[in-house]
């Protein structure tokens, strides 16, 4: 079995292990020893079929996230392609525009009438180097061009457009929030009919269905990283916070998420005007030790949560 097995393997376990504690204890119902991709909540008895359960980055590998859930290979595959992609591409975006070193930026080159594809590579230690592949150009007319160049004479340099579409970057941030959430509570909160919403978002990125001014870039340590319950009084739901690097930037995002004490709707209109109205302002939120709470195998922190959501709907 490989390494990528193995660790399937065992948060695949993991999970059901969480799922049955809570039906044991009657904190939830439904079938036992199943995992359930928390995208599109299909059920699964084992890792491997038509749809296998495969290894989840949350954030994306390539923004530094690491795999510590699972989700089935549609979901996997298809969030990657049209969310992912989006938050990658953006981040890429701002380190080039700022021609950091190890970026490498596509351009268009303008030579007196003629327009030529290249690349702007930026090394280590900032030096530029232009270079203009024959591939992806005329080569004949490139090679005119080439010799023909003086000093002195106008290069015209164009950034290609950009292929992110805002809206997407913001449900890949969504995605984010989301699946540390997973991570950190398991089946005891995430199917709630209340993450429905996040669901559908997920599953439909053509189409507005989260409310907006959902995420934000907060001014915590770098150190600073989890999931938190909010407990102001009608303001209670879930903050992750998470940092994304790229090989020159490290920035970190926070995301809000539903609780289910209160619409997430209701919850952001009051947290908008009370910014309006204060501009700034301090939100209690627990636990600050990450480490020291768990929710999946703990039962005595599993049921104190359980009940402080019970006490803070009436």
């Known amino acids: 079995m490989s390494k990528g097995q ?27 020893d199943i995992y359930i991709c ?35 290979k549609s979901c996997n595959n298809t969030c990657g392609h049209n969310i992912d992609f989006h938050l990658t591409e953006r981040l890429r975006e701002l380190d080039n525009a700022k021609f950091l070193p190890n970026t490498d930026t596509k351009v268009k080159i303008k030579i007196g009438e003629e327009v030529f594809n290249g690349n702007i590579s930026i090394d280590e230690n900032g030096k530029m180097t232009m270079t203009h592949s024959k591939k992806n150009n005329h080569p004949i007319k490139l090679e005119e061009k080439m010799i023909g160049l003086k000093n002195g004479d106008v290069v015209d340099l164009n950034f290609l457009k950009t292929r992110v579409i805002p809206e997407k970057l913001e449900y890949a941030l969504l995605k984010t929030g989301y699946l540390l959430a997973f991570e950190k509570f398991g089946n005891s909160m995430i199917f709630n009919e209340c993450f429905n919403i996040v669901r559908e978002q997920l599953i439909n990125p053509e189409k507005r269905i989260y409310p907006e001014k959902f995420w934000f870039t907060p001014p915590y340590p770098e150190n600073m990283e989890g999931v938190y319950f909010v407990c102001e009084k009608g303001l209670e739901c879930l903050i992750a916070i998470f940092n994304l690097k790229t090989n020159n930037t490290l920035r970190k995002f926070g995301t809000i998420l539903p609780s289910p004490i209160n619409d997430i709707n209701t919850v952001l209109d009051r947290l908008g005007k009370k910014f309006e109205s204060e501009k700034s302002f301090k939100l209690e939120m627990y636990p600050w030790e ?24 009436k």
């Open 290 to 313: 990450q480490d020291d709470t768990k929710y999946l195998d703990n039962i005595d922190n599993i049921k104190a949560m359980f009940n402080w959501i019970e006490e803070r709907k």
């Open 6 to 32: 193995e660790k399937r393997q065992l948060i695949f376990e993991k999970y059901i292990t969480n799922r049955n504690l809570l039906i044991d204890n009657k904190l939830i119902d439904g079938e036992r």
């Open 38 to 72: 928390p995208i599109c909540t299909k059920h699964h008895k084992v890792i491997v079929s038509e749809n296998s359960l495969t290894l989840e980055d949350a954030p994306p590998k390539s923004l530094g996230g690491k795999a510590n859930t699972l989700t089935c």
